[in-house]
């Protein structure tokens, strides 16, 4: 695969977000005393009468986007996700979810990739914790192309949506000018019959270069990119299922509660005998480090792709 082009996903989110606002005036933003990280710090400078910080005081962020939502408006409440989700999940599931209003919580920073940051914020929890909301939809882009389509998307759907963004910078592999997005609808990257890949976030492209590896030694490897996690697309998975010898899920998120789960829950459900692994971190808590390193030392990597995918087959 030729060199790509590297972008943070939450580079694109701050930028998605200006131009969002600038066609919606509806759609406000909410930081909590990290817009220069989180990158709402672009539409604080394009919009400042519609940029609220509220300080270090998370729970109170989530508080006053309900009360926008509630008022007709288009919150996009922002933090770390460590923070957004793990700090204010009593206000995200009371305040947001209970009455189901249409917040959006743009979280960034998610996953080991954090770096140096070191394990009290690199958040491997999030999806599971946002998994446990009823209503709640839950979008990771695996690069910018499609980060940006997941903040429009999020935007014109009603309700609360929890958004994954990561501060490393990742290969932008989708083309902006033929690339689609729908919430809840997984797309196949590459077909395969004998294994299928389902990743998210930045293990999408993990997953693209693990096909290739497989390829080169006779196996035929499907990859899908499950970019939402909650609504799943289960007839995505259960096709693999029935379809190729088994799957291998990989994401930057505990193995516990995230995609792996998830896709585990849909194959028991319906009842198929597919074998599924995971690529995940297993149960863990991160450490401080450079992010690629990271990365590696916890296997979220193409090479443990293909290992588990080997193994299945």
Not at 108 to 135: F, K, W, Y
Not at 199 to 206: I, K, S
Not at 208 to 220: K, M, P, R
């Amino acid at each position: 695969m030729s060199e790509m082009v590297k972008k943070a996903t939450r580079d694109a989110y701050g930028a998605a977000l200006a131009e969002l606002g600038a066609e919606n005036p509806d759609v406000v933003v909410l930081d909590a005393d990290l817009a220069g990280a989180t990158k709402t710090g672009v539409f604080k400078k394009a919009f400042p009468e519609r940029f609220i910080d509220c300080g270090i005081a998370e729970g109170n962020m989530i508080g006053v986007a309900a009360g926008f939502a509630a008022c007709g408006k288009i919150p996009f409440a922002s933090s770390f996700a460590m923070f957004a989700a793990g700090r204010a999940f009593e206000q995200i599931r009371n305040s947001v979810g209970y009455p189901h209003l249409n917040v959006k919580i743009g979280a960034t920073h998610a996953g080991v990739s954090v770096g140096e940051d070191g394990a009290t914020h690199q958040c491997n929890e999030d999806i599971a914790l946002m998994r446990t909301i009823p209503g709640m939809v839950i979008l990771n882009p695996a690069d910018a192309v499609e980060a940006r389509a997941a903040v429009f998307a999020a935007a014109k759907y009603q309700g609360p949506v929890y958004l994954r963004f990561g501060r490393l910078a990742v290969p932008v592999f989708n083309d902006p000018d033929h690339y689609q997005f729908e919430i809840g609808k997984a797309i196949t990257l590459k077909e395969g019959s004998d294994v299928t890949i389902i990743a998210t976030g930045l293990m999408v492209n993990e997953a693209l270069l693990a096909a290739e590896q497989l390829a080169a030694e006779g196996i035929s490897a499907r990859v899908v990119n499950m970019h939402t996690i909650k609504p799943l697309d289960t007839e995505a998975v259960c096709k693999a299922a029935a379809e190729t010898r088994g799957i291998v899920t990989a994401e930057e998120h505990s193995v516990i509660g995230g995609l792996y789960s998830a896709v585990c829950e849909t194959v028991c459900a319906n009842g198929l005998a597919a074998k599924v692994s995971a690529v995940a971190v297993m149960d863990t808590f991160g450490q401080s480090g450079p992010g690629a390193k990271l990365l590696e030392h916890y296997g979220l990597t193409a090479e443990q792709i293909v290992c588990k995918a080997k193994a299945l087959c």
